[in-house]
């Protein structure tokens, strides 16, 4: 059985403003990154932030750019 996951607050996240992700989720997300499971990222993104879809991919696409070796 999974952990429960921590309550986030969920708020609307201007544009062009960073999301805050608490470590366990930017932990799960560089995971799902690595697995090349992109959409499911961020998907959690979205769902631990309560972002739109844009500031969700963008979110992920700038982890991805930090994260994953240039190829």
């Given at each position: 059985?999974?952990?429960?996951?921590?309550?986030?607050?969920?708020?609307?996240?201007?544009?062009?403003?960073?999301?805050?992700?608490?470590?366990?989720?930017?932990?799960?997300?560089?995971?799902?990154?690595?697995?090349?499971?992109?959409?499911?990222?961020?998907?959690?993104?979205?769902?631990?932030?309560?972002?739109?879809?844009?500031?969700?991919?963008?979110?992920?696409?700038?982890?991805?750019r930090s994260v994953l070796p240039s190829r």
């Amino acid at each position: 059985m999974a952990a429960p996951r921590p309550r986030v607050q969920r708020v609307a996240v201007p544009a062009g403003q960073k999301l805050e992700l608490s470590s366990e989720t930017r932990v799960e997300v560089e995971r799902l990154l690595a697995k090349g499971q992109v959409i499911n990222a961020i998907k959690l993104v979205r769902e631990a932030t309560g972002s739109g879809l844009k500031e969700a991919k963008d979110a992920v696409d700038e982890m991805r750019r930090s994260v994953l070796p240039s190829r």
